[in-house]
């Protein structure tokens, strides 16, 4: 079945730097990918995502990437701010028509640096 | 706004016992969905539920049992709690594509 691993676990990037969290996933049949900030004791939240019929995808600071041979999608975060610290979650599915069954990564702890 | 609400933040319940985590949203989503989350692991799928009265086991289901008899409400239930179902659990429905998660139940068991 599918799987997906994400790296790095934690990642400490001083602030106004940029941030880069890398998910890669076996399925080629994968065609959703989204990215989910969980804050410290909030709740998970969509905070961009992608399909298989394109490449890039750019909101404001952050951006995700999807190369589909390679089988790896990344989230680039820009300019990185104190409210960015945060888990993040990548996630795919190949069923996004139906049940929608996602796969998840074990996600990314990220820290911000004053 | 989506409102998805879980009952309790906090659970304490001690081997053995019946539990019972409830679910509501208030946004006539078919979608359903509990998960577990534990640091390290990320989200993983307990059970979920695509209609009333319908369910589907997730990637863990051993030990967990659902119902859903109204499209609002969606009920996780561990028969007898074990230590091992120490964690917290995660509630969502699915509208537009999006995921909308409760805010969480950690659960203790001792």
């Known amino acids: 079945g599918e799987n997906v691993e994400q790296h790095p676990s934690t990642l400490s990037v001083q602030e106004g730097d940029s941030a880069v969290i890398k998910c890669t996933y076996s399925?080629?049949?994968?065609?959703?990918f989204p990215w989910y900030k969980q804050e410290l004791g909030k709740r998970p939240q969509l905070i961009i995502d992608?399909?298989?019929n394109v490449g890039e995808k750019k909101d404001q600071r952050i951006a995700v990437t999807l190369n589909k041979t390679a089988k790896h999608f990344s989230l680039h975060i820009t300019e990185t701010q104190p409210e960015d610290s945060a888990v993040y979650f990548c996630?795919?599915?190949?069923?996004?028509?139906?049940?929608?069954?996602?796969?998840w990564g074990a996600g990314t702890k990220l820290i911000i640096k004053p | 706004d989506v409102k998805v609400t879980q009952s309790s933040r906090y659970l304490v319940k001690r081997t053995g016992e019946k539990v019972f985590l409830e679910c509501v949203q208030d946004?006539?989503?078919?979608?359903m969905f509990w998960y577990r989350q534990d640091p390290g692991l990320g989200l993983r799928l307990i059970y979920f539920?695509?209609?009333?009265?319908?369910?589907e086991k997730g990637d863990i289901p051993e030990g967990y049992s659902v119902s859903r008899e109204k499209k609002e409400r969606f009920s996780l239930i561990l028969e007898s709690a074990s230590t091992n179902q120490t964690s917290m659990y995660l509630c969502?429905?699915?509208?537009?594509?999006?995921?909308?998660f409760g805010s969480g139940t950690q659960l203790s068991v001792l």
């Open positions: 996630a795919a599915t190949a069923n996004m028509d139906s049940n929608y069954q996602l796969i």
């Open positions: 539920s695509y209609d009333v009265k319908m369910k």
């Open positions: 969502a429905s699915l509208g537009n594509e999006k995921l909308f």
């Open positions: 399925d080629s049949a994968s065609n959703y």
């Open positions: 992608i399909r298989s």
């Open positions: 946004m006539d989503h078919e979608n």
